[in-house]
């Protein structure tokens, strides 16, 4: 990887309400943690490679990675450097786990922005939606001409998208609980989303969740933070979509069975994926109420709420990861971007 060029992605935050800039933070430590890591992870591949060879200078390498990375945080910029030589094992910078990914190689700078207009979400390569009101992220993206900009975003150019809370339910094709005016969804994940499924804000809790699919086998316990929170109460199949009967889902909108005296909004079409929906992580212990403290979701036969998804491009959870202060999500979502710019550098 020495002397190959450096590219700049650029990592938006929707800053139209809600708790963007505590992404923004989290996003920045997280970038420092994978940088860090990777100089730690670099230098010691190459101290080993120096060794077997015996004509390596492992020691002047660490000097000019670590000037290299105090150039870099002065500038603004957070670099995340991936080489896949040395990245096939699981470590811990601090108290973080940090899992990486083994496929690809990357030099890499992030521009983190915040995005209020076409504009700017024009210059990003990923996007976070994060937790707030989604109904207010809603009437505010009409309002400002961003709504449909944002479908065609994540819907049709598949850029990496991740919504939090409120941003969960702004991606899901359908909602349940909806308000009677004024929500509508962006779309792209092919669920149907219930709102305020654990009651009011007074209801509000926090859990603690193992996550194997994002931080690994061996990761600890994610501290997940619920306010308000929605879970999603159905992955959409293809028997849920009606269109113009083709078979091949293009364009459809997927529709289910509303509960009784429930509102539902659906997304309007765009282009369908064929990607799977992932069930990456569920709460487990809570049955369909949170009222009734005597059952929980073993005594109904399930396995937990679903709480975190993916489909292709789009990442979801119902939880707030930017209130805890653990970057470790961020440092996944991070490397999801990487590989996406670096899938659509190399073309088909």
Request: hydrophobic share 40%.
């Amino acid at each position: 990887m020495t002397g190959s060029p450096t590219s700049t992605i650029t990592i938006g935050v929707l800053a139209l309400q809600g708790a963007f800039a505590e992404h923004i933070t989290l996003l920045r430590q997280a970038a420092d943690d994978l940088h860090r890591f990777q100089i730690v992870e670099r230098d010691d591949w190459r101290s080993q490679s120096a060794h077997a060879d015996g004509h390596a200078d492992a020691d002047g390498d660490a000097a000019d990675a670590n000037a290299d990375s105090g150039d870099r945080r002065a500038s603004g910029s957070h670099p995340i450097k991936i080489n896949s030589s040395c990245a096939s094992s699981s470590t811990k910078n601090g108290d973080v786990t940090l899992p990486l990914d083994s496929d690809f190689d990357s030099d890499f700078d992030f521009d983190l922005i915040e995005v209020r207009t076409p504009a700017s979400l024009a210059r990003c390569d990923g996007l976070i939606i994060p937790g707030g009101e989604s109904t207010s992220i809603s009437l505010i993206a009409s309002r400002t001409g961003l709504l449909e900009p944002l479908r065609e975003f994540v819907k049709v150019q598949r850029r990496p998208t991740w919504g939090t809370c409120a941003g969960l339910i702004l991606l899901a094709e359908s909602a349940n609980k909806s308000k009677a005016s004024g929500q509508e969804l962006i779309g792209g994940l092919d669920v149907r989303v219930q709102r305020n499924y654990f009651g009011r804000q007074v209801e509000s809790f926090e859990a603690d969740l193992l996550l194997p699919a994002l931080l690994g086998e061996e990761g600890d316990v994610f501290h997940t933070v619920f306010i308000r929170a929605p879970v999603v109460e159905a992955v959409l199949t293809p028997d849920s979509f009606v269109g113009d009967g083709d078979g091949e889902g293009e364009g459809e909108v997927p529709l289910a069975a509303p509960t009784t005296d429930d509102a539902v909004v659906v997304a309007p079409a765009k282009q369908a994926t064929k990607a799977p929906v992932e069930i990456l992580g569920r709460l487990p212990g809570r049955a369909k109420t949170i009222r009734d403290q005597t059952t929980n979701a073993a005594d109904l036969g399930e396995d937990g709420d679903i709480v975190a998804v993916k489909q292709g491009n789009v990442f979801g959870t119902a939880f707030h990861p930017e209130l805890t202060g653990d970057g470790r999500i961020h440092a996944w979502w991070l490397r999801e971007v990487v590989k996406a710019v670096r899938e659509r550098q190399m073309g088909p």
